[in-house]
């Protein structure tokens, strides 16, 4: 029984990494992803992961599966829709849902248009959904990298993301009106730079499911914003292991199962969660008791 769960992992290297990629990018998106859920932008991060999808394409196009040509294409299309979608906001009267709604669906066409170009429909699939089991070394780099350095940003920009998320007006009063706006773009950029990083193993219809789905989940665990990182973290590295060994044993694709195994925890937590879960809202409570 014990070689089900362990062996995949001890006799396949492939698994190893996809395993080490899947735990680094817990690590990195699962906290990002709580802070975009407590700032109301969770379709944000929808919209990021397919925004990406042009400047990978033009990579691919130029330089095949090549991880630096298609990060770096990533990156570069991810800020560009996120600053026109800005622009958009305040050259406008539109809210800025509606911007990011409609870059990201332009970029998604175009992206996968750029792909059809050149590429077969295999290509279409790669870009798409991602394969974890194919992460080499230099792709581990790279996640480690962005994982570590997320992390550290994080931690240093804690405060100023906090009171920018829940009283943008008193960080405003502290730092001028340029402060906010550097944390929230340095965030964006957090955001965006994950997604290129989870791209590369997820997909850009998968990479935002290990970031959403456990910060979502969290929130049914934990009512502090640490408690909620960790719990996130945690929920997305079980849901990488676990989705891999249905992907092994099941033979299924690797990316959708790892994000299943995120939706079972969520709807798992849905009834059993021991911060407002249905079943615990439906039990009698004490007295002025929460």
């Not at 290297?13 to 998106?29: H, I, P, Q």
């Not at 990011?100 to 996968?112: C, Q």
């Not at 940003?153 to 998320?165: I, K, S």
């Amino acid at each position: 029984m014990l070689d089900f769960f362990i062996q995949p992992f001890f006799e396949f290297a492939f698994m190893k990494r996809a395993l080490v990629a899947c735990f680094a990018l817990a690590l990195g998106s699962a906290p990002i992803g709580v802070i975009l859920m407590l700032r109301r932008m969770s379709l944000f991060g929808e919209a990021m992961s397919h925004a990406i999808l042009p400047g990978a394409a033009t990579g691919f196009l130029i330089a095949g599966f090549s991880l630096p040509a298609i990060s770096i294409g990533g990156v570069i299309a991810g800020l560009v829709v996120v600053l026109a979608a800005g622009a958009a906001t305040r050259a406008t009267d539109q809210r800025e849902d509606a911007s990011v709604a409609a870059f990201y669906l332009i970029a998604l066409a175009l992206g996968v248009a750029l792909i059809s170009m050149r590429g077969s429909s295999v290509d279409v699939m790669h870009i798409l959904f991602g394969s974890v089991l194919a992460v080499d070394e230099a792709a581990l780099l790279l996640l480690g990298v962005v994982s570590s350095v997320s992390l550290a940003l994080l931690a240093a920009l804690y405060r100023p993301l906090l009171l920018d998320g829940f009283d943008p007006d008193f960080l405003r009063s502290l730092r001028g009106t340029g402060g906010g706006t550097l944390y929230h773009l340095i965030f964006l950029g957090l955001v965006v730079v994950n997604l290129v990083a989870a791209f590369q193993a997820l997909g850009t219809l998968m990479a935002v499911g290990l970031m959403m789905l456990p910060a979502v989940t969290a929130r049914f665990w934990a009512r502090s914003l640490p408690g909620m990182m960790a719990v996130a973290a945690l929920i997305a590295a079980v849901s990488g292991y676990a989705g891999l060994l249905l992907s092994f044993h099941a033979n299924l694709p690797s990316g959708p199962a790892i994000v299943l195994a995120c939706g079972a925890f969520y709807i798992l937590s849905l009834f059993f969660g021991r911060v407002q879960g249905i079943l615990l809202r439906l039990l009698p409570t004490r007295h002025l008791e929460a």
